[in-house]
């Protein structure tokens, strides 16, 4: 009789125990079910409050950034996605050489590419359908228009290229003239670059100031200078970065090397100044040709013919 007393009160401690154990984890997941509960409700009354007000901007936003720039951004999203792998790559390349990074995607320029092929075709069309011609006559018309609405954009594309390096060409000989002078005065090659990049503008100055981005985000500054040749795609401006990289992996003097590639720039520049010179007078054959030949001819024979009309 007292082991089965014994043994109901050791199974009724056991389950006091259990009992107590078992709520206190209830009540805990209830408290933390209770605080998870008001956390949300927070934040759901300001996503909603944030959701309205989003909703009263976009309703003040103009018709343009509220409609057609979303449809404009879809359709350039999905341009890009058709794009081929190495036409995309190659139009890429293309829009850095332009100097449109952030203006340009190869979705948008492949996107103007199909749109100019449309509309070319379609006013083609227009024009076929009004005309009497062969078949022939009107498949060439046809991929005639076509190919140049595809070709449009590529060529102004090429026009931005060729205007860009020609800037950079301008620019290269004085900002190596003031490199020069700034690293022979005693800064450095970074300090004088900075010096140069804070006060003046340009796209050889927006290459620099890449350059300068890289290297603070942690690229090596012999990759950062190739990179710089690359985005210019010039021969003086890939010589300049190449002797760069030799005097700093020589130990050469920085100041000796920008001063003897300030000469050659400048030769090189003077040189190139003195072959456009040399081909105006070919470049002045046509107009003078096609315009002021005729006028002169019509001063000077038109009286002599007219006189003798007239004798005869």
């Known amino acids: 009789m007292l082991r089965a007393i014994c043994a109901l009160a050791v199974g009724l401690v056991a389950f006091l125990l259990c009992w107590s154990i078992l709520r206190k984890q209830n009540q805990s997941q209830k408290q933390l079910q209770q605080r998870l509960k008001d956390l949300r409700q927070p934040r759901a009354a300001v996503s909603s409050q944030a959701r309205q007000s989003k909703q009263q901007d976009a309703s003040e936003l103009p018709f343009k950034q509220r409609v057609l720039l979303p449809i404009e951004e879809a359709f350039e999203r999905r341009a890009n996605q058709l794009t081929p792998r190495e036409m995309r790559a190659w139009l890429r390349q293309r829009i850095v050489l332009a100097g449109k990074t952030g203006q340009m995607t190869p979705g948008s320029v492949f ?33 005639l228009a076509t190919f140049a609405g595809t070709g449009f954009p590529l060529l102004v594309l090429h026009s931005l290229i060729q205007k860009r390096q020609q800037e950079i060409m301008k620019e290269l000989p004085e900002v190596l003239d003031l490199l ?57 401006v890939s010589l300049f970065m190449t002797s760069l990289i030799q005097a700093e ?14 000469n050659n720039i400048r030769e090189r520049r003077r040189q190139y100044v003195k072959a456009q010179a040399l081909k105006a007078p070919v470049k002045m054959v046509f107009p003078l040709v096609l315009f002021i030949f005729p006028a002169l001819f019509v001063v000077t024979l038109v009286p002599t013919l007219l006189t003798l009309l007239k004798n005869l």
């Open 111 to 143: 996107a103007a590419m199909v749109l100019g092929a449309g509309m070319c075709f379609g006013l083609a069309w227009l024009y076929v359908r009004q005309q009497d011609f062969a078949f022939v006559q009107t498949l060439l018309i046809e991929l």
């Open 180 to 236: 020069c002078v700034s690293v022979q005065a005693g800064l450095s090659f970074d300090a004088s670059l900075e010096k140069i990049t804070s006060r003046m503008q340009g796209a050889l100055i927006e290459e620099f100031r890449h350059f300068q981005d890289d290297i603070r985000m942690g690229m090596v500054r012999r990759t950062a200078m190739k990179h710089l040749a690359d985005r210019c795609e010039l021969q003086d």
């Open 249 to 262: 992996r020589l130990g050469t003097s920085m100041g000796q090397t920008l001063f003897n590639q300030a």
